[in-house]
């Protein structure tokens, strides 16, 4: 995913609030805020400096003898 797709993302999450925030009715409005958190964890997710590093492995003793 580039900047392009994670700006995206944000920009349908902003989208999908304005839509709760028009519903009539509390379930529609649930619906769409389902939607906006969504799109902003897979933005969030995919953000770069935020990847997951796999742990580091230590083998052996830290001090060598």
């Known amino acids: ?3 392009d797709d994670i700006n995206r993302s944000l920009k349908q999450a902003e989208v999908c ?3 709760a925030n028009k ?3 509390p ?3 649930a619906s769409w805020l389902r939607l906006a958190d969504d799109f902003e964890k897979r933005a969030n997710r995919e953000k770069p ?3 997951r590093r ?3 492995l230590s083998i052996g003793s830290s001090t060598a003898r």
């Open 1 to 3: 995913m580039d900047i």
């Open 17 to 19: 609030r304005e839509e």
């Open 23 to 25: 519903a009539l009715n």
């Open 27 to 29: 379930i529609e409005a």
């Open 49 to 51: 400096g935020k990847r």
């Open 54 to 56: 796999p742990p580091s």
